[in-house]
């Protein structure tokens, strides 16, 4: 469509149907539909344990924002998150840039990640138990753990993946090796690497969640079955929805670092 | 061992590159590849070619006849399997800025600017030792203008155009200053009214007025017979499998060139014969 | 790019065991030389591991688990497929749908199971909907993705061949969006794997050790009662394994199936 013909259909179409078309007032009113949805089984059940009212979870929401304790735990979690990330990232970029690099170490190590790899972190969770048992430490080995391997392998992929043309550009100018690998090849597997890093705090925010609800004394997995314990089912989805909203957040994060970062990958299609 | 014994052109002149010194030899030179079922293919056999100073030499052939090899053997990005490639009489043991290379695909940094594009060489490789600053600053301004690019420095390679793009590509070499420029059809990717416009300004950055000892060597490739002609010296006309040099022709249109030369009789004589010698492979490759 | 040769197979075979048998012998060392005799050595958990297929203990609590998986899958492709197709070729559809969806993606599995036990107990039926919900969204996503994807110039050559709307669904859309939808299964089903071993380890740490059955449950029990930490470690690797067959089972299957396919 020419820039001419789009204002001229736009000016066809009256203002206020061009505002109800915009996604977030879209977004608004489907939520509220699924509002008016749950709100209205939520009477007919009338159990307020099995299925609370919208409003109940809303003020629950605000009581638990009011008291902090809703901030407390997000920031317990986002911290182990925070932390087991660092870790595997510094491990397993190094790692995969050499195994994406080298052939040999590639047949050396592969084969023992590829062992690990199906053995979900959360499959880890009884054994960790038992030498960690309940506290910090567990959440932050599984969640390093279940963000490890993503990491690495889309690492891997990513180097394997950069444009031979470029490296060879760079040899024709008589650039050294080592410089090739710094300037070269780490940017042009940027792009590759962030989509790594993305996956990674998707695996491990799931992970967390496993990780405190069966053995953490603190975290929004905790808070969830904590409050399950006590019946309090607006607390439990209060703290549902901050695991979502949370999730959300996060992957937004590293999107927007990928678009400041990597302009020249931008994806056009939300992925 | 001269290109003397292999058919020429027909009509009698005085080649273009005549009395020039050789800079760039390949002697009998083979190139085998391993394929991954274990078997090998010969992508080059007993090829021979000399390039002289300051030429603009042009391979043409079928697709597959081993061009890009013997642009990658020149370029040292790989070595022959028998035979010598050398310059100025010394083997070619690996990539250098001195023979700089123009890939298909530009092959630019997509993460730097133009600017950051053409500095890279010079920041990161021998051809800006003893250069400070002030001085890289300055070769790659000069690069930059000499490709037309003046004003678009800040923009990204995905901001650019195809025909902006192979100029960047150009600034980048130019900025090394090499003595010998390898160029893998770097305009095969262009639409035909850029790549007129860019054969144009290729001989004008070339410096195709300038006396041949102060020019620099060009090895050209491409598939396109009348790209050929109206930008070589000389060309050399491959056959494939194995790849092997069938002829070497020589150019003698005026020079400068430009949209006059095209409509020269002797344009279309040599386009002619040119297609004439590669014809028959050109079609095997349609049905085979 | 890689910065060496290609190795030959042979070498890459040698190589490759290097570090998993350098492993388990360095951890089959370690553990002998501890005191504690419950530490989990290779031999013991070979050994277990006889011991608990021969039994039938470990075959009983795969399945069941399995069991769930499929049940749970079939349930969530029967939901997303249709309704990923749906959103994929209208706009109207998916921009409604899509805040619902993108709203409830980022909430784990997990992260609903005291939702789960709450309205189901701590039995099967809760198991399915964990599973259900695990599985739906990779599915739902990679449907839209594979609908959306459609080439046009075949759907302009089904119009002007006169097909209904329905005709080009079945004929153009589903094959075209087959691919995609594979991918969406197969991720689908590694974590709805992974969605019941967490749901039957949680019910199994909150549930004292009764009724929910399952490989996951029985992992704790090994933890939490018995505390056998080799039946543990057989556990761990029964789990890996059955990801890995169900991986390369659809894998297989998606080869077989739709050979043209470059999505592999």
Redesign the interface.
Known sequence: MTAASVTASRARVPLVRRLLGQPAFVYVRTMAVFAAVWAAIAVWKANPVLLPTPLAAFEAVIELARSLELFEHAFISLGRMALSLSIAAAIAIPLGLVMGLYRRVDAVIDPLIELLRPISGIAWIPLALFIFGIGNALPVFIMTYAAFFPILIGTIAGVRAV?R??V????????PMR?IVS??VV??A?PALLVALRLGVATSWTAVVAAELIGAPSGVGYAVEWYRGLLMTPQVMAFIATIGVLGYLTDSLIRGLTTKF????ADPERP | MTATDIPRATSPHESPSAGLPVRLRLEAVSKRFALPDGKETIALADFSLDIRQGEFLVIVGPSGCGKTTVLNLL???QMPSSGGVTLDDRAIE????E???V?Q?Y?L???HTVWGNVE??LR????GRGLDATGRKERVRQAIDLVGLAGSDMK???QLSGGMRQRVALA?LMA?EPAVLLMDEPLAALDAQTRIILQDELLRIWGQDRPAAQRRTVVFITHAIDEAVFLADRIAVMTTHPGRLKAVIDVPLPRPRGDATRAHPQFQALSQHIWSLIRDEAYRATVT | MTATMPIATRHRLLLGALLPIAAIVVWQAWGMAQSNQRVPLPTRVVANAIAMIASGDLPDALLQSLGRVFGGFAIAALLAIPLGLAMGRSRAIERNLDPLVESFRPIAAIAILPLAILWLGTGTPAALMIVAYAAFFPIVVNTIAGAKRVNPTLLAAASTMGLSPWATLRTVVIPSALPSIFVGLRIGLGVAWTAIVAAELAVGAKAGGGGSGGIGQMMFVFYAYSIELNRIVVCMIAVGLVALVLDRLLRAMLVLLLPWSKAT
């Open positions: 444009d043309r470029l060879d550009a760079a040899r024709t100018m008589g650039v410089r300037h070269v940017p042009a940027l990597t302009p020249w990958a | 370029a040292g990005l690996g990539p250098g800025p023979r700089g290379v890939f695909d092959a940094f997509p993460w890279f060489g990161h490789g021998p051809a990204f390679p995905h980048r090394n």
